[in-house]
Structure formats: C-alpha cells, structure tokens
C-alpha cells in the first residue's frame, strides 16, 4: 500500500533505530489480518521498493539485454546498509555467474517484469533470516505471483545455502574467522 512509507529523504531509514520499527508495527498487523506475511515498503510517486519488513530487497531478472540480472536499490538514505546485503553483494560480483547492480527498482518495473515472464525471483534478506523469498504481492489490490519458488535452480537458494556454509564454517572462507 503506497499510503504507507517507513522512510523519506532527510530521516534516518538508513539508520537502526527504534524509530524507523515502531511505527511499522500497526502496519504490519494490517498485513497480517489480510493474510499477509510482511509489507513491502514502498516510496515516492514511482513507487519505489525500499524494504521488505525489516530486511533489503533483491530482484533477480531478465534484463533489457537479455542478461541475467540480480539488483538490489541503492542505498540512498532510505534503505538500511545491511551486512547481508553487502555480503550478497560482493559474493555474487565474485561468481560472475550473472549482473550483479544497485539500482531502482518500482513497482510498475515489476510489474511489467512480471507480465513479460522476465521477473525470475524476489528475495529479502537480512541477518535473521538470512535470505527470504516472496512468491505473492498484494499491490492496488492485485494479487501479483512471483515465481521465485518456480525457477529450477534458484539463486536465492544458493545464496542463502553459500552464505549459511560461511556462516556455520563448513567452508573455509575468509569471512569466516575462527576465535580460540
């Protein structure tokens, strides 16, 4: 709902502050009641995609080249520099297996996306959950399928199963440090 926004330019939604949570609580109990698992964070006119609940949001596409493509928006003082995020970041910039950008992503994209089979995935991620997929947006009262948990071998998955390895040292990483 474009009605709603947890950050604007000038605040501190790039910030981990009580005050950018608090008043996203009602919010999110709205969603909820209508079935919803977490709200979309959206911005200005174009309906910019910020956030999903607390975590940064990745879109994995068909670009206009037809390029495989995983973009994130940048951070531009509305979106949280998270650690995931930049570690999902520079993980896949190092595969090279596909486009790696930060760049804007609105509602009306997706859409269009969506309607010409190019939108593959959308994932959140973040510390806690690490990597999260949606499958579903209620947007202006559409219900908008996204067939991130279609793709035969999917990104966000990968992702989410190189970053856990890293994490719980079954890899040798330098991310990775053992203390004594």
């Known amino acids: 709902d474009p009605s709603y926004v947890r950050a604007w330019p000038g605040g501190v939604g790039n910030r981990k502050m009580g005050s950018n949570y608090a008043p996203t609580i009602n919010v999110q109990k709205e969603a909820a009641a209508k079935g919803l698992q977490q709200v979309l964070w959206l911005y200005g006119e174009d309906h910019q995609l910020t956030e999903v609940g607390t ?3 990745f879109m994995f596409y068909v670009n ?5 493509e995983l973009v994130t928006p940048p951070l531009s003082g509305l979106i949280l520099p998270g650690i995931t995020r930049d570690s999902i970041l520079r993980m896949t910039r190092q595969w090279g297996k596909f486009k790696v950008s930060e760049a804007t992503i609105t509602m009306p994209m997706v859409c269009e996306l969506l309607n010409q089979g190019r939108l ?10 690490v990597v999260s997929p949606v499958n579903r ?6 219900d908008l399928y996204i067939p991130t948990m279609e793709q035969e071998k999917p990104v966000h998955e990968l992702i989410r199963e ?8 079954r890899v040798d990483h330098p991310w990775s440090v053992v203390i004594d």
């Open 64 to 68: 206009d080249q037809g390029e495989q």
């Open 162 to 169: 190189t970053l856990t390895d890293i994490q719980y040292g």
């Open 120 to 129: 593959l995935e959308l994932f959140g991620a973040g510390t806690a959950c």
């Open 55 to 57: 975590m940064n949001i």
């Open 137 to 142: 947006i209620s947007y202006l009262g559409q």
